[in-house]
């Protein structure tokens, strides 16, 4: 069994940064590939970004995000990142972390339980 728990995510301004943080237990995180979605009302939930199990593994971005968010993972701290800049309203929405991403931006059985992010304009 695997527990992913988010960090709390906040209000911030159009243009501003926040980073989302993800704990995970349970099972061995070096192994998995991580993830991080989002759905904002009234829309499906959709990919935002992805990154490989290996050290110093590769990532993927939606282009909406692309150049303006990173992903990142902590292997020894068992923690998965997503640094948030140059925010939009359009980015509002529950985010999410996930395990096993598979083929590259789909998501695997594991979910956080959502931490709202809110950008206003």
């Known amino acids: 069994q695997v527990q992913l728990v988010e960090s709390v995510g906040g209000l911030v301004q159009a243009g501003g940064s926040l980073r989302l943080s993800c704990a995970v237990s349970g099972r061995a995180f070096a192994w998995y590939n991580m993830g991080w979605f989002r759905q904002a009302p009234g829309k499906e939930r959709e990919f935002v970004a992805a990154i490989m199990w290996w050290s110093g593994g590769s990532t993927r971005y939606a282009e909406s995000v692309k150049g303006r968010f990173t992903i990142s993972r902590d292997s020894a701290k068992n923690i998965l990142y997503l640094q948030m800049n140059s925010l939009l309203p359009d980015d509002t929405a529950v985010y999410y972390c996930?395990?096993?991403?598979?083929?590259?931006?789909?998501?695997?059985?594991?979910w956080g339980q959502g931490t709202q992010v809110t950008v206003s304009s």
């Open positions: 996930n395990a096993p991403v598979y083929d590259g931006t789909s998501p695997g059985a594991y």
